[in-house]
Structure formats: structure tokens, C-alpha cells
């Protein structure tokens, strides 16, 4: 067996394991304890005083 042999099992094992790590990145943003955490990061620009975006 070449590489070139291999080359569809290997595309599909990518497809599979992309797949699950996309999945996996989805249940972590998604996921509601760490709403909170990423609410409060997205409003650091908007808050009025800078030592605040330090923190």
C-alpha cells in the first residue's frame, strides 16, 4: 500500500476529527456557565473607565 493508497481513509479521518472538534468548540462557547464570562468580556470596550480593561 502507497500513500496514495491511503489518501481517502486519511480525508475522511480529517473530516471525522474536524467535525468533532468543531462540535467540541460549540458545547464550549454555547455552554451556559460561561455565558457570564463572555458577556462581560464583550462589553470591555464599552466601559468608561480605563483601569476597568485592565482587570
Do not use: C, H
Not at 480525508?11 to 468533532?20: A, D, E, L, N
Not at 462540535?23 to 462589553?43: C, D, H, Q, V, W
Amino acid at each position: 500500500m502507497t500513500l496514495a493508497d491511503l489518501q481517502p481513509v486519511f480525508s475522511s479521518i480529517w473530516v471525522v476529527w474536524f467535525f468533532v472538534l468543531f462540535t467540541g468548540i460549540l458545547f464550549y462557547a454555547l455552554s451556559p456557565k460561561r455565558k457570564r464570562r463572555f458577556e462581560e468580556s464583550g462589553n470591555i470596550p464599552f466601559r468608561d473607565d480605563p483601569r476597568d480593561r485592565l482587570s
